[in-house]
C-alpha cells in the first residue's frame, strides 16, 4: 500500500485542495510537484467513493507510465532507427516496460496515462506505440534539458500530436522525388562525365537538398525574405545547382576552363565559390539566397554567416529578426571538434551577436576523412554542443526524405518562434572516400561493404512511391532519364564558354564601389572636418545627461576632454571619437567590437559610461544627431576566431559603414589566423570580394615581456601583395582620426590593418592640434620637420612608438645632422613618397632603418625585400624567437643597442 491507498478522508481532502489550487494557478505551485499532480489527475477516475480509498496497483501503474513517457521524450532518442548503414550502439538500461515497474499483462489495460500524450485514455501498447512512433522511428529528439517550460511543451505538443512525421499528398511526394532527381541526378553525370575529377559528392547524402527546398519554402511562409547559408566543400556544387540555381554550364566549365575572365587573378577551386541569387518558392513568393565562399578550413564560415545576417537585419530589416536567417551545413567530425563551433554558438544569444536563431544542418556521414567516429569524439553525438545553449536536436535517417522534410519545416517554425539555434543532424553516409579519387576500404572496409550495396535515396524514395501507387518504376526511371539529357545539353552548352567567369559576391552592395587595382593606390580623399563640426560634436560627446548619475571618475574624464577642446590639443582617444562621430553625423553606421572595446584595454576610449547603481550605459555618441547613422560597441565574448569571423561578414554587407575589431592585446590576433590568412588577405583575390574591415591591434614594446609586445607585423606584411591590405602604425591622434575618415570615403574597400598604440595613449607628445583635424588628410609618411635639409648627413626611418625613442635621444643630444622620418603606411609601399624625401636630403650617406622588433621581425624583412635597392641598413633589436624579452633591464639594453645603431652613438643603459 502507498500513501494514496492508506490516505484517510482528511488527507484526500488536503490534496484535492492543493491540486485544485494548481489546476487553476499552476504557476503558484513549486515545479517539484508537478509529477505529483499529474499523476494524481490520471488516477482520480480510479478513485471509488463508496470505499473513499484508491486502487493503488493501478495508480502506481499510472505513475511508472508517467515515467514511461518521460523515459521516451528524454532518452528515446537512444533507441532510434535513423542509422541507415550501421547498427545503433547498444545503451543501458533500456526502454522495456519492466524497467518501468510494469508487467506484460499490462499491455491491455487501459490507462488514464494516454492523456499525456494527447491521445486520451488508452491500452499500454497503444501508448507505447504511439511513443515508439514519435521518439524511436526515424527522427530521434533531444530537447528535455531545455528550460523553459513552454518551449519544452510546444516541442512535445507538436512531436506528439504528429507522431513526428507527417502525411504528404501524392503531388508533394512527387516534388520530393523531383528535387532526389535533381540531386542524384548531378552527382551521377559529373562522376560519369568528369572522371577522377574531385568534386566532393553528396551522394549518400542527397536528401539534403529536397530539405534545403522545405526550409526555404516553409521559412518564405513565414515570412523570412533572405536566407544566407554556409557550408564546407561536400555537396557545394549540388547546393550551388539545385537550390541556387547557379547555371549548370557553369559549373561544368569550372571543370574544364583553363582561364579565367580578367576580374578575377587567382581564382579557387569550384568547390569553395560563393554565389547569391533570389529564387522564387513554390508560393510564388521571392527569396533572396546567398552562399558564402568557404576555404577549406571547416566550420570557418559560420561566423561570417552570422555577421552577414546581422548586418542584413540591421541594414535591409529594420531590425526585424523574423525576415532573415541563418543556414549553416557542417559535417559531423567538423562540427564535433572545431573549437570556433562553440565560439560561434556562445555568440548566439549575446546582444551585440544574435541573429534570431540558426538552422544547423549536420551532413553526418560518420567518418572524418579516414577517421572512424568513435575514433573522433568523446561525446555521444557530433551534435553535442548544441546543449551549450540547451537547443533542441533531431536525429533523423537521412535515407527517409519525408521525415527528414517534415524536421526541418518543424525546425524553421521553432526558429521563427523562440529566436533560438536549432540542430538537425542527418544520419547519412558517404558513397566514395574524402574525394572521388579517394579509397575508403583502405580503413573503412566493414563499412564499405555495405555502402557498395546500399541503394541510393532516390531509388529508395521511387521504390516507396511506386508501392503507395503514387509513381511506378517505369516513370520514375523515365524522369531520371530525361534529367540526364538535359544535363547533356547543358554540358554542350559549356564547351562554348570562353573563360571561367566567377561571379561577384554581393554584386548590389558593392554597385558603387570601384574594384581595387594591383599596381595601383592612391585614395585621395577629403577627410577634414570644419572646425565648427568638430566642436559640435565634441560637445555631445563631452556631455553627460544631467538626470544620469556616474561614477566621480568619469566626471574628470570628460572635463579633461572639455579642457583639450578648449585647449586646442587633442589625445588619441578624443582624436579616435571624434572620428566615429563625425561619420556618424554624415551617415556612415560605425560598429566596433572587442574584448573590452568600450572601456579599452588601456582604459583610453571610455565609448560608454555606466549610470551609476545600475548596469544601464549611456554612450555618447549614440547622441550626436537626431538623424545620425547608427553607432554601436560591443564587448566581446573572450574569443578572437569567431568573433573576427563575425566582424568580417558584418562588414561585407555594410561596405558604406566603419566596423571594427579591436583586439585586447595585437598578438592575440593569432588565435584568429584562419580569418586573417583565408579570408581578410585573400578574399579579393579568389573570389572578388572586396571588405573594408578594420583591425585594431595594439602594439609596442615597452617591457611587457613576449605576449604584450609584439601585434606580429612580419605576418601581415608577407601576406601584403596586389594592394590586398592597408597596413598602417600611425603615430599621431590627428593620423588616426583622417585614416579611419578615409577607410569610409575611398571609392573602394579593401581591409585596414592598424597597429595601434599603448603608452603613447596618454604620451605628452603624442598631441594633435585641432587645425590638424580641420584640414589635411592622412599623412602615408611624415617628414622630420625640425632639421635643415643641407645639413642632413644620415637618414633614419621608422614607424610607430619608436619614433618618440628616438626624437627624444635626438634632441638630447643635439644631433642636427640626422633626419627622423616616420613611414605611418607600411603597405601599400608609398614610393613615391619615400623618393621624394630621399632626393630632398642630397648630402645624406647612410640610410638606416630602425623599428623595435627584432631583425627577422617587424617590418625589416618586408622594406629589405622592397627597398633593399635604396641601401636600408637596419637598426633593430637582435634576431629572436620569441618576439621580446621579459625582463625589464633587458628591454631598455636591446633598446639602446638599436638607438647606437641608428645614431652610432655610444648609449648608456640608463638612458
Given at each position: 500500500?502507498?500513501?494514496?491507498?492508506?490516505?484517510?478522508?482528511?488527507?484526500?481532502?488536503?490534496?484535492?485542495?492543493?491540486?485544485?489550487s494548481w489546476r487553476n494557478h499552476p504557476e503558484s505551485v513549486d515545479k517539484s510537484w508537478q509529477q505529483f499532480f499529474l499523476g494524481?489527475?490520471?488516477?482520480?477516475?480510479?478513485?471509488?467513493?463508496?470505499?473513499?480509498?484508491?486502487?493503488?496497483?493501478?495508480?502506481?501503474?499510472?505513475?511508472?507510465?508517467?515515467?514511461?513517457?518521460?523515459?521516451?521524450?528524454?532518452?528515446?532518442?537512444?533507441?532510434?532507427?535513423?542509422?541507415?548503414?550501421?547498427?545503433?550502439?547498444?545503451?543501458?538500461?533500456?526502454?522495456?516496460?519492466?524497467?518501468?515497474?510494469?508487467?506484460?499483462?499490462?499491455?491491455?489495460?487501459?490507462?488514464?496515462?494516454?492523456?499525456?500524450?494527447?491521445?486520451?485514455?488508452?491500452?499500454?501498447?497503444?501508448?507505447?506505440?504511439?511513443?515508439?512512433?514519435?521518439?524511436?522511428?526515424?527522427?530521434?529528439?533531444?530537447?528535455?534539458?531545455?528550460?523553459?517550460?513552454?518551449?519544452?511543451?510546444?516541442?512535445?505538443?507538436?512531436?506528439?500530436?504528429?507522431?513526428?512525421?507527417?502525411?504528404?499528398?501524392?503531388?508533394?511526394?512527387?516534388?520530393?522525388?523531383?528535387?532526389?532527381?535533381?540531386?542524384?541526378?548531378?552527382?551521377?553525370?559529373?562522376?560519369?562525365?568528369?572522371?577522377?575529377?574531385?568534386?566532393?559528392?553528396?551522394?549518400?547524402?542527397?536528401?539534403?537538398?529536397?530539405?534545403?527546398?522545405?526550409?526555404?519554402?516553409?521559412?518564405?511562409?513565414?515570412?523570412?525574405?533572405?536566407?544566407?547559408?554556409?557550408?564546407?566543400?561536400?555537396?557545394?556544387?549540388?547546393?550551388?545547382?539545385?537550390?541556387?540555381?547557379?547555371?549548370?554550364?557553369?559549373?561544368?566549365?569550372?571543370?574544364?576552363?583553363?582561364?579565367?575572365?580578367?576580374?578575377?587573378?587567382?581564382?579557387?577551386?569550384?568547390?569553395?565559390?560563393?554565389?547569391?541569387?533570389?529564387?522564387?518558392?513554390?508560393?510564388?513568393?521571392?527569396?533572396?539566397?546567398?552562399?558564402?565562399?568557404?576555404?577549406?578550413?571547416?566550420?570557418?564560415?559560420?561566423?561570417?554567416?552570422?555577421?552577414?545576417?546581422?548586418?542584413?537585419?540591421?541594414?535591409?530589416?529594420?531590425?526585424?529578426?523574423?525576415?532573415?536567417?541563418?543556414?549553416?551545413?557542417?559535417?559531423?567530425?567538423?562540427?564535433?571538434?572545431?573549437?570556433?563551433?562553440?565560439?560561434?554558438?556562445?555568440?548566439?544569444?549575446?546582444?551585440?551577436?544574435?541573429?534570431?536563431?540558426?538552422?544547423?544542418?549536420?551532413?553526418?556521414?560518420?567518418?572524418?576523412?579516414?577517421?572512424?567516429?568513435?575514433?573522433?569524439?568523446?561525446?555521444?553525438?557530433?551534435?553535442?554542443?548544441?546543449?551549450?545553449?540547451?537547443?533542441?536536436?533531431?536525429?533523423?535517417?537521412?535515407?527517409?526524405?519525408?521525415?527528414?522534410?517534415?524536421?526541418?519545416?518543424?525546425?524553421?517554425?521553432?526558429?521563427?518562434?523562440?529566436?533560438?539555434?536549432?540542430?538537425?543532424?542527418?544520419?547519412?553516409?558517404?558513397?566514395?572516400?574524402?574525394?572521388?579519387?579517394?579509397?575508403?576500404?583502405?580503413?573503412?572496409?566493414?563499412?564499405?561493404?555495405?555502402?557498395?550495396?546500399?541503394?541510393?535515396?532516390?531509388?529508395?524514395?521511387?521504390?516507396?512511391?511506386?508501392?503507395?501507387?503514387?509513381?511506378?518504376?517505369?516513370?520514375?526511371?523515365?524522369?531520371?532519364?530525361?534529367?540526364?539529357?538535359?544535363?547533356?545539353?547543358?554540358?554542350?552548352?559549356?564547351?562554348?564558354?570562353?573563360?571561367?567567369?566567377?561571379?561577384?559576391?554581393?554584386?548590389?552592395?558593392?554597385?558603387?564601389?570601384?574594384?581595387?587595382?594591383?599596381?595601383?593606390?592612391?585614395?585621395?580623399?577629403?577627410?577634414?572636418?570644419?572646425?565648427?563640426?568638430?566642436?559640435?560634436?565634441?560637445?555631445?560627446?563631452?556631455?553627460?545627461?544631467?538626470?544620469?548619475?556616474?561614477?566621480?571618475?568619469?566626471?574628470?574624464?570628460?572635463?579633461?576632454?572639455?579642457?583639450?577642446?578648449?585647449?586646442?590639443?587633442?589625445?588619441?582617444?578624443?582624436?579616435?571619437?571624434?572620428?566615429?562621430?563625425?561619420?556618424?553625423?554624415?551617415?556612415?553606421?560605425?560598429?566596433?567590437?572587442?574584448?573590452?572595446?568600450?572601456?579599452?584595454?588601456?582604459?583610453?576610449?571610455?565609448?560608454?559610461?555606466?549610470?551609476?547603481?545600475?548596469?544601464?550605459?549611456?554612450?555618447?555618441?549614440?547622441?550626436?544627431?537626431?538623424?545620425?547613422?547608427?553607432?554601436?560597441?560591443?564587448?566581446?565574448?573572450?574569443?578572437?576566431?569567431?568573433?573576427?569571423?563575425?566582424?568580417?561578414?558584418?562588414?561585407?554587407?555594410?561596405?558604406?559603414?566603419?566596423?571594427?575589431?579591436?583586439?585586447?592585446?595585437?598578438?592575440?590576433?593569432?588565435?584568429?589566423?584562419?580569418?586573417?590568412?583565408?579570408?581578410?588577405?585573400?578574399?579579393?583575390?579568389?573570389?572578388?570580394?572586396?571588405?573594408?574591415?578594420?583591425?585594431?591591434?595594439?602594439?609596442?614594446?615597452?617591457?611587457?615581456?613576449?605576449?604584450?609586445?609584439?601585434?606580429?607585423?612580419?605576418?601581415?606584411?608577407?601576406?601584403?601583395?596586389?594592394?590586398?591590405?592597408?597596413?598602417?602604425?600611425?603615430?599621431?591622434?590627428?593620423?588616426?582620426?583622417?585614416?579611419?575618415?578615409?577607410?569610409?570615403?575611398?571609392?573602394?574597400?579593401?581591409?585596414?590593418?592598424?597597429?595601434?598604440?599603448?603608452?603613447?595613449?596618454?604620451?605628452?607628445?603624442?598631441?594633435?592640434?585641432?587645425?590638424?583635424?580641420?584640414?589635411?588628410?592622412?599623412?602615408?609618411?611624415?617628414?622630420?620637420?625640425?632639421?635643415?635639409?643641407?645639413?642632413?648627413?644620415?637618414?633614419?626611418?621608422?614607424?610607430?612608438?619608436?619614433?618618440?625613442?628616438?626624437?627624444?635621444?635626438?634632441?638630447?643630444?643635439?644631433?642636427?645632422?640626422?633626419?627622423?622620418?616616420?613611414?605611418?603606411?607600411?603597405?601599400?609601399?608609398?614610393?613615391?613618397?619615400?623618393?621624394?624625401?630621399?632626393?630632398?636630403?642630397?648630402?645624406?650617406?647612410?640610410?638606416?632603418?630602425?623599428?623595435?622588433?627584432?631583425?627577422?621581425?617587424?617590418?625589416?624583412?618586408?622594406?629589405?625585400?622592397?627597398?633593399?635597392?635604396?641601401?636600408?641598413?637596419?637598426?633593430?633589436?637582435?634576431?629572436?624567437?620569441?618576439?621580446?624579452?621579459?625582463?625589464?633591464?633587458?628591454?631598455?639594453?636591446?633598446?639602446?643597442?638599436?638607438?647606437?645603431?641608428?645614431?652610432?652613438?655610444?648609449?648608456?643603459?640608463?638612458?
Amino acid at each position: 500500500m502507498d500513501k494514496f491507498s492508506s490516505a484517510g478522508n482528511q488527507e484526500l481532502a488536503a490534496i484535492e485542495e492543493l491540486y485544485q489550487s494548481w489546476r487553476n494557478h499552476p504557476e503558484s505551485v513549486d515545479k517539484s510537484w508537478q509529477q505529483f499532480f499529474l499523476g494524481f489527475e490520471l488516477a482520480r477516475t480510479n478513485y471509488s467513493p463508496s470505499r473513499s480509498t484508491f486502487k493503488s496497483d493501478l495508480i502506481d501503474k499510472e505513475f511508472a507510465i508517467l515515467n514511461l513517457i518521460h523515459g521516451y521524450r528524454q532518452r528515446g532518442h537512444l533507441f532510434t532507427k535513423t542509422n541507415p548503414v550501421r547498427s545503433r550502439r547498444k545503451y543501458e538500461p533500456t526502454l522495456a516496460i519492466e524497467n518501468f515497474g510494469l508487467e506484460q499483462k499490462d499491455l491491455e489495460t487501459v490507462f488514464q496515462a494516454g492523456n499525456e500524450i494527447g491521445i486520451g485514455p488508452a491500452k499500454l501498447k497503444d501508448i507505447i506505440a504511439h511513443l515508439e512512433a514519435t521518439y524511436c522511428r526515424s527522427v530521434g529528439v533531444e530537447f528535455m534539458y531545455m528550460r523553459h517550460p513552454e518551449v519544452v511543451s510546444w516541442l512535445k505538443k507538436k512531436m506528439e500530436s504528429t507522431r513526428n512525421s507527417e502525411e504528404y499528398t501524392n503531388e508533394k511526394r512527387r516534388h520530393f522525388f523531383y528535387h532526389l532527381k535533381l540531386a542524384v541526378g548531378f552527382e551521377n553525370f559529373i562522376h560519369k562525365k568528369f572522371v577522377g575529377q574531385k568534386r566532393f559528392s553528396l551522394e549518400g547524402a542527397e536528401t539534403l537538398i529536397p530539405s534545403l527546398d522545405a526550409v526555404i519554402e516553409k521559412g518564405a511562409e513565414l515570412g523570412i525574405e533572405e536566407f544566407v547559408i554556409g557550408m564546407a566543400h561536400r555537396g557545394r556544387l549540388n547546393v550551388l545547382a539545385n537550390i541556387l540555381e547557379k547555371p549548370y554550364e557553369n559549373i561544368f566549365k569550372e571543370y574544364t576552363g583553363k582561364e579565367y575572365t580578367e576580374e578575377i587573378s587567382q581564382g579557387d577551386v569550384k568547390y569553395h565559390l560563393g554565389y547569391e541569387n533570389e529564387v522564387t518558392t513554390d508560393h510564388g513568393k521571392k527569396v533572396k539566397l546567398k552562399l558564402v565562399p568557404n576555404p577549406s578550413h571547416l566550420e570557418t564560415v559560420a561566423p561570417i554567416v552570422q555577421g552577414i545576417v546581422r548586418s542584413q537585419i540591421e541594414k535591409v530589416y529594420n531590425k526585424n529578426f523574423d525576415k532573415a536567417a541563418a543556414i549553416v551545413i557542417h559535417g559531423d567530425a567538423a562540427i564535433a571538434t572545431q573549437g570556433v563551433v562553440y565560439e560561434t554558438i556562445q555568440m548566439s544569444q549575446l546582444e551585440g551577436y544574435k541573429t534570431g536563431g540558426t538552422i544547423h544542418l549536420v551532413i553526418n556521414n560518420q567518418v572524418g576523412f579516414t577517421t572512424n567516429y568513435l575514433e573522433a569524439r568523446s561525446s555521444t553525438y557530433c551534435t553535442d554542443v548544441a546543449k551549450v545553449t540547451r537547443s533542441p536536436v533531431f536525429h533523423v535517417n537521412g535515407d527517409d526524405v519525408e521525415a527528414l522534410i517534415y524536421t526541418v519545416k518543424l525546425a524553421m517554425e521553432f526558429r521563427q518562434k523562440f529566436q533560438s539555434d536549432v540542430f538537425i543532424d542527418i544520419l547519412c553516409y558517404r558513397r566514395y572516400g574524402h574525394n572521388e579519387g579517394d579509397e575508403p576500404r583502405f580503413t573503412q572496409p566493414l563499412l564499405y561493404k555495405i555502402i557498395e550495396k546500399h541503394p541510393n535515396p532516390r531509388d529508395i524514395y521511387a521504390e516507396k512511391l511506386n508501392a503507395l501507387g503514387v509513381m511506378t518504376l517505369e516513370e520514375s526511371k523515365k524522369e531520371v532519364k530525361e534529367f540526364d539529357q538535359f544535363l547533356e545539353g547543358k554540358y554542350s552548352e559549356s564547351e562554348k564558354i570562353d573563360k571561367v567567369n566567377i561571379r561577384h559576391f554581393l554584386v548590389n552592395e558593392y554597385k558603387n564601389y570601384e574594384m581595387p587595382q594591383k599596381d595601383e593606390f592612391n585614395p585621395n580623399v577629403k577627410t577634414s572636418v570644419p572646425a565648427g563640426k568638430l566642436q559640435e560634436i565634441a560637445d555631445k560627446i563631452n556631455n553627460l545627461p544631467e538626470n544620469l548619475t556616474f561614477f566621480k571618475k568619469v566626471d574628470r574624464i570628460v572635463a579633461d576632454r572639455r579642457m583639450m577642446m578648449s585647449d586646442g590639443r587633442l589625445d588619441w582617444a578624443m582624436a579616435e571619437l571624434l572620428a566615429y562621430g563625425t561619420l556618424v553625423s554624415e551617415g556612415h553606421p560605425v560598429r566596433l567590437s572587442g574584448q573590452d572595446s568600450v572601456r579599452g584595454t588601456f582604459a583610453h576610449r571610455h565609448a560608454a559610461f555606466v549610470v551609476e547603481g545600475t548596469d544601464e550605459k549611456y554612450t555618447p555618441l549614440k547622441n550626436v544627431d537626431e538623424n545620425q547613422a547608427p553607432f554601436d560597441v560591443f564587448n566581446s565574448p573572450l574569443s578572437e576566431y569567431a568573433v573576427l569571423g563575425f566582424e568580417y561578414g558584418y562588414s561585407l554587407v555594410q561596405p558604406n559603414g566603419l566596423v571594427l575589431w579591436e583586439a585586447q592585446f595585437g598578438d592575440f590576433h593569432n588565435v584568429a589566423q584562419v580569418m586573417i590568412d583565408q579570408y581578410i588577405s585573400s578574399a579579393f583575390e579568389k573570389w572578388g570580394m572586396m571588405n573594408g574591415l578594420v583591425l585594431l591591434l595594439p602594439h609596442g614594446y615597452e617591457g611587457q615581456g613576449p605576449e604584450h609586445s609584439s601585434a606580429r607585423i612580419e605576418r601581415f606584411l608577407q601576406l601584403a601583395a596586389g594592394n590586398n591590405m592597408q597596413i598602417v602604425q600611425p603615430t599621431t591622434p590627428a593620423n588616426m582620426f583622417h585614416l579611419l575618415r578615409r577607410q569610409v570615403k575611398m571609392k573602394t574597400r579593401i581591409p585596414l590593418v592598424v597597429f595601434t598604440p599603448k603608452s603613447l595613449l596618454r604620451h605628452p607628445m603624442v598631441l594633435s592640434k585641432t587645425e590638424e583635424f580641420e584640414k589635411g588628410s592622412f599623412n602615408e609618411i611624415i617628414d622630420d620637420q625640425l632639421v635643415s635639409e643641407n645639413l642632413v648627413e644620415r637618414v633614419v626611418f621608422t614607424s610607430g612608438r619608436l619614433y618618440y625613442d628616438l626624437e627624444k635621444h635626438k634632441i638630447e643630444n643635439g644631433l642636427t645632422n640626422i633626419a627622423i622620418v616616420r613611414v605611418e603606411q607600411l603597405y601599400p609601399v608609398p614610393v613615391e613618397k619615400i623618393n621624394k624625401i630621399l632626393k630632398k636630403y642630397k648630402k645624406a650617406t647612410s640610410l638606416v632603418w630602425a623599428q623595435d622588433e627584432p631583425e627577422n621581425m617587424g617590418a625589416w624583412p618586408f622594406i629589405q625585400r622592397k627597398l633593399g635597392h635604396l641601401g636600408f641598413v637596419p637598426a633593430t633589436r637582435r634576431e629572436s624567437a620569441s618576439p621580446a624579452v621579459g625582463l625589464m633591464e633587458k628591454h631598455k639594453q636591446g633598446l639602446n643597442e638599436i638607438l647606437e645603431m641608428a645614431f652610432k652613438i655610444k648609449v648608456s643603459v640608463e638612458s
